[in-house]
Every structure is written in structure tokens, then in C-alpha cells.
Nanobody, 123 residues
Framework: QVQLVESGGGLVQPGGSLRLSCAAS????????MGWYRQAPGKQRELVATITSGGTTNYADSVKGRFTISRDSGKNTVYLQMNSLKPEDTAVYYC?????????????????WGQGTQVTVSS
């Protein structure tokens, strides 16, 4: 079973920076697209950024120019560098990965989610 473990969330003042990390573990053959999503209180989960296995990135308009997604394929890890943070960035941030791995049913491709990490931007 694949597990995604996030780290790096916390409390930061407006204009500050945080770096989120998400490491995938398990018997992994291939990780395709990895991404970050977020969910603020009372709102639906929304896409923040994604990165393909080839390095192609996609960002929500609200974070373009402020956030940068990257990955280290050797470590099965995806990062989200968040700069110029705003109060409206406050949310629980979730890591997502499209993974082909070994399961009890044999090689399986599936979508996995992390447990989430809280990011709070406040003075």
C-alpha cells in the first residue's frame, strides 16, 4: 500500500514563506503526476499545482508567480515552495499522487492522498 506523508505546514505571517514536502512510500514502480490541493474551511478542495513525471507544471491562477512545485523522483518526493503568502492561502494542504505500485492484487495504478498539513497565514 502506498502512503503519502506531508510535512512543512505551520503558521506564517503575511508575506512569509513555507515549503511543503510530501514523500511517497511503498513498493512503487512509477509515480506519474504529483500535485498539491488545498481545502479552506467551508470550501471545496481545489487544485494548487501539479507536476508530471516529465516535469510539466500547472498552477492555479491564484498562486501563479508565488508558488513553485518541484519533485525529486529519486526520493519519490514532491515539494511546494510557497512565497508571498496571503491570508487567503490559509487551508489544509493535501498531497496527491498517481502511482503504479505493487498491491495484494498485483501491479495496480491508483490515486493516493496524504493526510493533509495545515497552513495558516495570519499576523
Amino acid at each position: 500500500q502506498v502512503q503519502l506523508v506531508e510535512s512543512g505546514g505551520g503558521l506564517v505571517q503575511p508575506g512569509g514563506s513555507l515549503r511543503l514536502s510530501c514523500a511517497a512510500s511503498g513498493i512503487i514502480f512509477t509515480i506519474y503526476t504529483m500535485g498539491w490541493y488545498r481545502q479552506a474551511p467551508g470550501k471545496q478542495r481545489e487544485l494548487v499545482a501539479t507536476i508530471t513525471s516529465g516535469g510539466t507544471t500547472n498552477y492555479a491562477d491564484s498562486v501563479k508567480g508565488r508558488f513553485t512545485i518541484s519533485r525529486d523522483s529519486g526520493k519519490n518526493t514532491v515539494y511546494l515552495q510557497m512565497n508571498s503568502l496571503k491570508p487567503e492561502d490559509t487551508a489544509v494542504y493535501y498531497c496527491n499522487a498517481d502511482v503504479r505500485s505493487r498491491t495484494t492484487y498485483g501491479p495496480t495504478r491508483a490515486d493516493y492522498w496524504g493526510q493533509g498539513t495545515q497552513v495558516t497565514v495570519s499576523s
